[in-house]
């Protein structure tokens, strides 16, 4: 899968068919090496992303399985809604903006890295999401 560093700008033309906004902002586009220790995700971003999942803005070129997950099949992921329902997960991206107006564009796996792995999206959507809204 193609990775890029948190924070860096999304090329055109780049993993995602449809998208990106330009001058987007990458994150968890993540490769084997790229998870630190787990941290903990505030509800509140998390069920934003869920929302920005919803209604994914590209496809990816193919689909992609978890980096992380030794044992993950070659197939779609699922991921539970904090509201109980499921996504699948692998083939589409995600975008969101930050308070200053900045979108961020992560494939939609961002979910399950998060609730599976204990990645923590950048500061800035933390920041913008992260505390009671
Ligand atoms: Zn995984």
Known sequence: MTVYEDGT???EGGAVVGGPAVGALAFGWLGPGDLGPPRHCPDSLLRV???AARSPVGRT???HRCP???DAE???TRHQTTDGS???LGSAAIEVRDRSGRTWQAP???LHYVTAHGYLPPAP???TYGTAR
């Open 74 to 76: 070659f197939w779609l």
């Open 125 to 127: 959507l933390v920041e």
């Open 108 to 110: 939609n796996l961002v």
């Open 9 to 11: 700008e999304v090329p």
């Open 49 to 51: 992303l869920e929302d």
């Open 68 to 70: 992380f997950c030794p």
């Open 86 to 88: 499921e996504l699948w």
């Open 61 to 63: 070129r193919g689909f």
